[in-house]
Each structure stands twice: as structure tokens, then as C-alpha cells.
């Protein structure tokens, strides 16, 4: 697993983001655009949230991931003009009777539609553990999507989950930063998630 970057003191595992996507700009005068440069710098960032999580049953799932943000930034750098939004990224993409880069977003959507929801679950619930929170998550959206090879990878990293207490611990020493910073930043995600998941459910996104 990757060495966990130094939280400041005083601070929390976000600080040590590249980006968050509280500041990935989405511009709604042209249909809720999402900055694709910067999209991509908040997916990977969060992928250090797995290493938080300590158990290399995760790596699977890190690892997913980042192939699927390779794929897009490959269609990014080989047209980058037509890349500046993830929309016009899937448009121009699908005009050229590819769909690679389009369908690693698609599996990116839902292992950050995972990852959020976890979260938000196991934020909002105090008493739950994180294997139940990570458990229940995945089994309302990657579960339905994966083959009978893959559910049983992916189960069994979220029975790797560390107890709650020491996952918190490691995400920041004070309690009331920590669950404000992280609400936050979930609830931008989610947003974003959202974006995405209704553009691509729509027809100028099939292949």
C-alpha cells in the first residue's frame, strides 16, 4: 500500500489533497459542465483515502480507479481542445466510434458514487462500523454492476474495513473539523456524482 501523506497539525486528511472537489469548477450556464483537468485531480486524490483504510484487500479497488482516470486523461492528452469538460470529453469521444474513455468514467462515476456513499452513511450514522457502512454501499451500486469474480474481491475489502475509531483517527485528530471538513467535501461530491450519473443515462452519452 502507498505511504499516507502527513496530515498538518491540526488538520485533516483533505488538507493533504492535491484538489478536493469542493473546487472543481462545474459551470451550470452551459448544462452543469464539469472542468475535466480538475475532476480528474480530485478522483485521484480521494484514492488515498483507500490507503487510510489500511488493508491491502483495497487495493483492488484503488486500483479500478486509477485505470479508469488513465483512461480519460489518455482521451484528454490525445484531444485536448475537444477535452475541457467531461461532457464535450464524451461527446467528441463517441464521435469518433470510441467509447474507452467514456466507459472508464462511467466505472469511475460508480466507484466515487461508491466511495461517497460510505462515507456520507457512516458520517451520518455514529454507532455504525465501516464495513457496514462500505458494505451496504456497495452492494446499492457497484454490486449490481460487477461479475461473480469480481463481487467476492470487492467483498472482501469490505470486511478489511478498520473499526470506525481508528479510521477517524487517522483522517484527523479533531472530531468537530474532521466531520465538517469531510461533510462538505461529500456533499460536493455527491453533486458532481449526480451531474455525471444523469448525463451519462442520457442518449448523447450511449455507445
Known sequence: MATVAQIPEGGTILDTFRRSFTTVPVDEAKGNAISTTEFLEAAEA?????????????SPVKKDMMGNIEKIRNRQLAAPLESETLQDLV??????????????????????????LALSQNLANPAQELSDSFRGAYGDTLKPHHSFLVKPIFSAAMSACPYRKDFYSKVGTDDAKVREELAAYLAALEKIVKILKEFLSSKEAKW
Open 46 to 58: 480521494l484514492t488515498t483515502m483507500f490507503d487510510l483504510l489500511g488493508s491491502v484487500a483495497f
Open 91 to 116: 461527446r467528441n469521444e463517441l464521435k469518433t466510434k470510441s467509447h474507452t474513455a467514456t466507459e472508464g468514467l462511467l466505472w469511475l462515476v460508480r466507484g466515487l458514487e461508491f466511495t461517497c
